[in-house]
């Protein structure tokens, strides 16, 4: 699925990285967020899928990130 909107960073658990779509929906990419986009409120578009992944984080839908860009 394609979503836009902007990365955040999320105090909880330590900390972590997420995205905020521009419809109020929030993804967890876990460590497939690449470093070169953890960056408070930046815009991005993403093609992202529903990750098998574990989170111990309890914010969001875990995604695994295919491609992302900043707009």
Do not use: C
């Not at 905020?20 to 497939?32: A, F, H, I, L, V």
């Not at 953890?38 to 984080?57: G, H, L, M, T, Y």
């Amino acid at each position: 699925m394609q979503i836009t909107g902007k990365i955040v960073y999320v105090d909880l658990s330590g900390g972590f990285w997420g995205i905020e779509s521009d419809d109020g929906q929030q993804y967890n990419p876990g460590t497939t967020l690449p470093d070169t986009f953890k960056e408070k409120d930046i815009r991005i578009k993403a093609n992202v899928s529903p990750s098998q992944s574990f989170s111990i984080f309890m914010w969001g839908t875990n995604v695994d990130i295919h491609e992302i860009e900043k707009i």
